[in-house]
């Protein structure tokens, strides 16, 4: 008998935490950002636990995309920490090109590899960043796009893909990667309204299976039913943090208010 | 037509080591000219600067210029290499600045979301460039690259003013033995030039349209 040797992911766990406890996995503390003179991020404190679904509301212009690309550092801070399982981001190189492996993005636009299928979008970067022979790239890039109901159009390019098809396989690419973590900034504003569903519903679904993430949506009732925690950002700041149903009927804050009225009556 | 067919080995040699001479000069300036739209593109600075000059210098000089540097000035260095290899060098050189500015169009036209992607999946500059980027930009700069490989088709006659045996070179030369037939010769050597011109279109647009993706 030998000790299974120690995962790095058990470093939280460590000490008898008692089963439950929540472990963070992302904490931003006293983030800042500016675009020359605009503060687009003012001292944001952020914790989001493994498993949890945070969704992120606010209006347009918030800074909640910038705080969204701050987690994978497709945009630099000026100040303050963003840790993932515990690891400071790194600033630049192979060590960040490793942390973004693992940390899964969907855009609002898609961003599928124009030149390539939807079958080599999800093998690509398995085989390039991840290093998987091609055979056990495929089967996984064929299971997560029957996963996401795509099996029949694995052969297509982007371009012959509907937006929920392309979103569904740009959900797929990211999956591939075994992320600890994913970031969805708008999947479903680029959609026409009668494909928004199947995107949410394999967003519920991630959800469901445990996945942790960071939404960032319109879709206030993909927020009320699927989000563990919904956080409200206004020009920088995250003024309120609640749980979905505290927050939609009774927001604490006049700027939540306002936005709530404003969307909802929409 | 007979004068022509009588002098034909002296002109399709002449041809012949015209198209050596492009062949090459087209191989290393689409190579060289690819590598420097990266570097114009790269994250490092000091790689955009030195992209950057040799551009600037490369494209707002005569190529005869180009041509006196690699025949007189290297050689006189104290490097010895044959007229031909000497011309590949200047002409390649002289090209590359413009297929850079192509490729880096071409670069340009790749909507931002595609490198946004690549990096977002965890690839490096390097492998974004070479499996995201370069693959879709080079199909979009097809066009302006044929373009370039006929300019550096036509300016390949430059080399004959510095001892290359090639097309217009073989003019001079058989017009200087057969001065009566000076109309058979601008013609039938005319023609020569455009045959090549057709075939590099012809092939260009092949290129274009086999490489096209859905
Ligand atoms: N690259 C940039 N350069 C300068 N300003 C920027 C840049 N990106 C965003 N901004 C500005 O920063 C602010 C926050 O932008 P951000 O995209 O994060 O807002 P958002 O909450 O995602 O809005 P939306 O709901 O419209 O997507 C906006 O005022 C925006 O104009
Ligand atoms: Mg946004």
Redesign the interface.
């Known amino acids: 008998m030998t000790l299974p040797a120690a995962a790095p992911d058990d470093r939280a766990a460590a000490p008898a935490a008692p089963a439950g406890t929540p472990q963070p996995l992302v904490v931003l503390s006293g983030v800042n950002k500016h675009y020359g003179d605009l503060h687009v991020l003012r001292d944001i404190d952020l914790t989001v636990h493994k498993g949890e679904v945070v969704v992120l509301l606010g209006p347009s212009g918030s800074g909640k995309s910038t705080l969204c690309r701050t987690v994978?550092r497709?945009e630099t801070i000026d100040g303050g920490t963003i840790t993932i399982d515990g690891v400071p981001l790194p600033e630049e190189?192979?060590a960040l090109?490793?942390?973004?492996?693992?940390?899964?993005?969907v855009?609002q636009?898609?961003?599928?590899?124009?030149?390539k299928t939807a079958l080599e979008n999800v093998v690509?970067?398995q085989v390039?960043?991840r290093k998987r022979s091609k055979e056990e790239a495929h089967a996984k890039a064929r299971a997560l796009l029957e996963r996401v109901g795509l099996a029949a159009h694995a052969g297509?390019?982007p371009?012959?893909l509907s937006g929920g098809q392309q979103q569904r396989v740009?959900i797929a690419?990211?999956l591939a990667?075994e992320p600890k973590l994913m970031l969805f900034d708008e999947p479903t504003s680029a959609l026409d309204p009668e494909t928004v569903s199947e995107v949410l519903d394999v967003i519920r679904a991630l959800a469901a299976d445990g996945m942790t993430m960071i939404v960032v949506t319109h879709e206030m009732g993909f927020a009320r039913s699927a989000a563990d925690r919904v956080v409200f950002m206004a020009d920088g700041v995250l003024v309120e943090e609640s749980a979905p149903e505290d927050f939609f009927t009774a927001p604490s804050s006049e700027r939540a208010r306002d936005f709530l009225a404003k969307v909802l009556h929409h | 037509m007979g004068f022509l067919w009588d002098n034909h080995t002296v002109i399709l040699d002449a041809f012949g080591e015209g198209l050596i001479l492009s062949g090459w000069a087209a191989l290393f300036a689409l190579v060289v000219g690819t590598l420097l739209a990266v570097m114009r593109v790269s994250p490092v600075p000091p790689l955009r600067w030195a992209g950057t000059a040799y551009v600037s210098v490369l494209r707002n000089t005569p190529l005869v210029l180009c041509f006196m540097v690699f025949t007189s000035a290297i050689p006189h260095l104290g490097f010895t290499a044959e007229p031909l290899t000497w011309a590949i060098w200047a002409l390649s050189a002289y090209t590359a600045a413009f297929v850079c500015e192509a490729v880096r169009a071409g670069i340009k036209s790749v909507p931002r979301g595609q490198a946004e992607a690549a990096r977002a999946i965890g690839m490096t500059f390097g492998q974004s460039m070479r499996l995201v980027i370069l693959p879709q930009a080079l199909r979009a700069a097809v066009p302006p690259l044929g373009n370039t490989m006929i300019a550096m088709w036509k300016n390949s006659t430059v080399a004959a003013g510095f001892g290359v045996a090639e097309g217009a070179g073989a003019l001079h030369d058989l017009l200087n033995d057969h001065a009566d037939k000076i109309w058979t010769l601008f013609i039938g050597i005319a023609v020569g030039y455009m045959v090549v011109v057709f075939a590099i279109s012809a092939v260009f647009r092949l290129i274009e349209r086999t490489w096209r993706y859905a």
Do not use: C, P
């Open positions: 994978n497709l190189g192979r090109a490793r942390l973004r492996s693992e940390v899964g993005m855009f636009s898609f961003n599928l590899f124009a030149h690509l970067a390039k960043v297509k390019y371009a012959q740009a690419r990211a990667m």
